[in-house]
């Protein structure tokens, strides 16, 4: 799996550039927007894609706050509450890990696209919308996130569950 970056203006997406329209229009004297700018009922039309990602100090680390449905399609089971390491597969996690830990520390928001390969060798990828919130205007303590998962996710999760087997699998 690898990371290419992406620049933020050219996601074309509608619902990436909604949210990105939106997180740009809660800013505060260029600061950043805070958790509680955020309305959901505002962004209805893409609640299912979003995330947001608490961050945790001492140790830095990152908990899922809120998660999607399309998120539960995707994975198998609700993400809130789980902190990003315990999210399979190992290598995804940490990736995604270390991207949050560079936006806590510039403060700057990410556009990705996230390349892998399924185990019958066919390339695959998504692209991601990472958006830093700040209580403070600058201290990163939640990052809101949107993705485009560019498999269905019926074929995302058959995927994760070829190469890491079902959940069904692991309770037998």
């Known amino acids: 799996m690898r990371s290419v970056p992406l620049a933020l203006d050219n996601a074309e997406e509608a619902g ?9 229009s809660k800013h505060r004297g260029g600061k950043l927007p805070a958790r509680r700018d955020i309305e959901p009922a505002d962004l209805k039309p893409i609640l299912a894609q979003l995330l947001l990602i608490e961050v945790l100090r001492e140790p830095l680390d990152f908990r899922y706050r809120l998660a999607g449905t399309l998120s539960y399609d995707i994975f198998g089971y609700d993400l809130t509450g789980r902190r990003v390491r315990d999210i399979e597969p190992a290598a995804w996690s940490e990736m995604v890990w270390q991207s949050l830990a560079t936006i806590v520390q510039s403060g700057e928001p990410h556009f990705v696209r996230l390349d892998f390969e399924t185990p019958e060798g066919n390339r695959r990828s998504y692209r991601v919308v990472r958006l830093p919130l700040a209580d403070d205007g600058q201290t990163v303590d939640c990052i809101l996130l949107i993705s485009d998962f560019g498999l269905q996710a019926a074929e995302f999760r058959a995927h994760l569950d070829a190469v890491y087997g079902s959940d069904k699998d692991k309770k037998d």
């Open 16 to 24: 990436f550039k909604r949210l990105i329209d939106y997180w740009r």
